[in-house]
């Protein structure tokens, strides 16, 4: 069964920086897989942060853009989150999420069915 490791997570002052990690067991880049980071703060529901598409096609959500970068390697079979600049409203529960024979451009949440376990991203002033 494919299961998804993440970890990564941590307390970083404003302006700093953190990288997400994301292990996909059984991970092949022949199965058209989507790939995507969400996060979810308190009171809020769970947004798309960026995602992959099972084309390869990246796209993340505007107030991250320039400021983060998701990216897959296939050798390693992990999912990463490069995080800079971050912000006090970028702190949230951050999961990983993998879908094989997605055939989305751009997936959504409903689009996976696969999650990690979250990793807790702190931004202090």
């Known amino acids: 069964q494919v299961q998804l490791l993440e970890s990564g997570g941590g307390s970083v002052q404003v302006g700093g920086s953190l990288r997400l990690s994301c292990v996909v067991s059984?991970?092949?880049?022949?199965?058209?897989?989507?790939l995507g980071w969400f996060r979810q703060r308190p009171g809020f529901e769970r947004e798309a942060v960026a995602t992959i598409g099972s084309d390869g096609r990246t796209s993340s959500r505007e107030d991250v853009k320039g400021r983060f970068t998701i990216s897959m390697d296939n050798t390693k079979k992990t999912l990463f989150l490069q995080m800079n600049n971050l912000k006090p409203e970028d702190a949230a529960m951050y999961f990983c999420a993998a879908q094989p024979a997605c055939n989305r451009f751009y997936p959504t949440s409903i689009d996976f069915t696969l999650w990690g376990q979250g990793t807790q991203v702190a931004v202090s002033s």
């Open positions: 059984e991970y092949t880049p022949d199965r058209r897989y989507c």
